[in-house]
T-cell receptor
């Protein structure tokens, strides 16, 4: 069983709308959590990184939250654009930061 | 372009052939990682190097797979006697090691391998 579960598996929204992607994890001990964006045919690109003490972090229209007690994270995208169409991957690192567990990703499609 | 570079971008070969992929990391990064990614899944860890030393290998890395980083710069991943199940995107990533280890991995755009 994957230690990082993402939902939904896929999502279609209209341009300009907001959306929230979820990530639940069981990785322990927790070191940090990253969200990556992966365009089709490209490598993942880091969006945010959050450590145990951080509850929220923003990067432009992307806002990530972390609840270390419930082991949940979310990625909120505001005012979506066509270029936001991609897979969003949640990655949780264990204590030594070398044991990185990848979620399967959420495939987001933004339609005009 | 000073990002992570992978070559080739695509490789199509017949089952049973050997293939070799190359990764050129960001020059100041001492850690280099290899991952495999299949459609609709996240990357799966294969192995990583710190400088020229291969420090960890996944159980996914069967004896048909070998990786090297001879001078601590570029790395190669070789697959011998390829099988259809080897068809996937092979991603390379690099980062610096140190501090609180919160530096993100920088990924290349991968080599897509198709086994006929």
């Amino acid at each position: 069983k994957n230690q990082v579960e993402q939902s939904p598996q896929s999502l279609i929204i209209l341009e300009g709308k907001n959306c929230t992607l979820q990530c639940n994890y069981t990785v322990s001990p927790f070191s940090n959590l990253r969200w990556y964006k992966q365009d089709t045919g490209r490598g993942p690109v880091s969006l945010t990184i959050m450590t145990f003490s951080e509850n929220t972090k923003s990067n432009g229209r992307y806002t990530a939250t972390l609840d270390a007690d419930t082991k949940q994270s979310s990625l909120h995208i505001t005012a979506s654009q066509l270029s936001d169409s991609a897979s969003y991957i949640c990655v949780v690192s264990a204590g030594n930061n070398n044991d990185m567990r990848f979620g399967a990703g959420t495939r987001l499609t933004v339609k005009p | 372009d000073t990002g992570v570079s992978q070559d080739p971008r695509h490789k199509i070969t017949k089952r049973g052939q050997n293939v070799t992929f190359r990764c050129d990391p960001i020059s100041e990064h001492n850690r280099l990682y290899w991952y495999r990614q299949t459609l609709g899944q996240g990357p799966e860890f294969l192995t990583y190097f710190q400088n020229e030393a291969q420090l960890e290998k996944s159980r996914l890395l069967s004896d048909r797979f070998s990786a090297e980083r001879p001078k601590g710069s570029f790395s190669t991943l070789e697959i011998q006697r390829t099988e259809q199940g080897d068809s996937a995107m092979y991603l390379c990533a690099s980062r610096t090691q140190g501090g609180r280890d919160n530096q993100p991995q920088h990924f290349g755009d991968g080599t897509r391998l198709s086994i006929l």
